[in-house]
Antibody, heavy 124, light 106 residues
Framework: QVQLVQSGAEVKKPGASVKISCKTS????????IHWVRQAPGQGLEWIGW????????KYSQKFQGTVTITTDTSASTAYVELRSLRSEDTAVYYC?????????????????WGQGTLVSVSA | DIQMTQSPSSLSASVGDRVTITCRAS??????LNWFQKKPGEAPNLLIY???TLQSGVPSRFSGAGSGTDFTLTINGLQPEDFATYYC????????FGQGTVVDIK
C-alpha cells in the first residue's frame, strides 16, 4: 500500500534551518510529484511548493521563494523540504503529499496520499 | 495567484442534515477543483477531485459540483465522523487552498 512517512518533530530557534524527510513506499517514486503543504496553529492549509521527481524541477509559492528548498533522493524514494531562516511564524505542521493525475487530455491533478505531518516549533 | 474563498467559514449542523459548502475562485479554473476533509491531528483526506469525481473509498453522501469560478461540496445525511474542517483547493495553476469551513455539531 502507498505510504508516506515523515521524520519526527523538530524544535528550532529563530534563524536556524530544518530539513524534514518524507519516505515513500508502495509505488514507483519517479512516477509522482511530491508537494509540501503546511498548517500553522489555528490556521488553514498553505501550499509551499512541489518537485517533479522525474526531472528534479521545482516550483515554490512566492511566499517561500528563497527560504525553502525541496529535493529528493531517488535511491531512497525520499523527498525533503529544507526551511531556512526560521521565524516563529514558521511554527506549523508540515505535510508531504503525492500528486496523482488523470488522463493526459484533461490532466486533473490531485493530492491523494499524504504523510502524517511533522511539527516544527520555532521559539527562542 | 488564484485566490479561493469559501463560505461559510463555519456552520453548525445535526446528524442527518444536508450541508452545502461553497467555494469561489478569483478567476475561472474550469473544473480543476479538489475538496479535502481535515480533522485535528490527521493529514488532509481527499474527498473529491475534478470538481465532482468522488475519490475511491469516499462515501457517496459526499458530492461536488460546479465549474468556472463557483463550486459546492454537499454532504447528504451528515454522519458523526463528518464533523471536521473542509478545504477546497484549485489545481488549475500553482495550488492554493480556501480558508476552510468548520462543520461542528449543533
Amino acid at each position: 500500500q502507498v505510504q508516506l512517512v515523515q521524520s519526527g518533530a523538530e524544535v528550532k530557534k529563530p534563524g536556524a534551518s530544518v530539513k524534514i524527510s518524507c519516505k515513500t513506499s508502495g509505488y514507483t517514486f519517479m512516477d509522482h510529484a511530491i508537494h509540501w503543504v503546511r498548517q500553522a496553529p489555528g490556521q488553514g492549509l498553505e501550499w509551499i511548493g512541489w518537485i517533479n521527481v522525474y526531472n528534479g524541477h521545482t516550483k515554490y509559492s512566492q511566499k517561500f521563494q528563497g527560504t525553502v528548498t525541496i529535493t529528493t533522493d531517488t535511491s531512497a524514494s525520499t523527498a525533503y523540504v529544507e526551511l531556512r531562516s526560521l521565524r516563529s511564524e514558521d511554527t506549523a505542521v508540515y505535510y508531504c503529499a503525492r500528486l496523482s493525475f488523470t488522463d493526459t487530455t484533461n490532466y486533473y491533478r490531485y493530492l491523494d496520499y499524504w504523510g502524517q505531518g511533522t511539527l516544527v516549533s520555532v521559539s527562542a | 495567484d488564484i485566490q479561493m474563498t469559501q463560505s461559510p467559514s463555519s456552520l453548525s449542523a445535526s446528524v442527518g442534515d444536508r450541508v452545502t459548502i461553497t467555494c469561489r475562485a478569483s478567476q475561472r479554473i474550469s473544473d480543476y477543483l479538489n475538496w479535502f476533509q481535515k480533522k485535528p491531528g490527521e493529514a488532509p483526506n481527499l474527498l473529491i477531485y475534478a470538481a465532482s469525481t468522488l475519490q475511491s473509498g469516499v462515501p457517496s453522501r459526499f458530492s461536488g459540483a460546479g465549474s468556472g469560478t463557483d463550486f459546492t461540496l454537499t454532504i447528504n445525511g451528515l454522519q458523526p465522523e463528518d464533523f471536521a474542517t473542509y478545504y477546497c483547493q484549485q489545481s488549475y495553476s500553482l495550488p492554493s487552498f480556501g480558508q476552510g469551513t468548520v462543520v461542528d455539531i449543533k
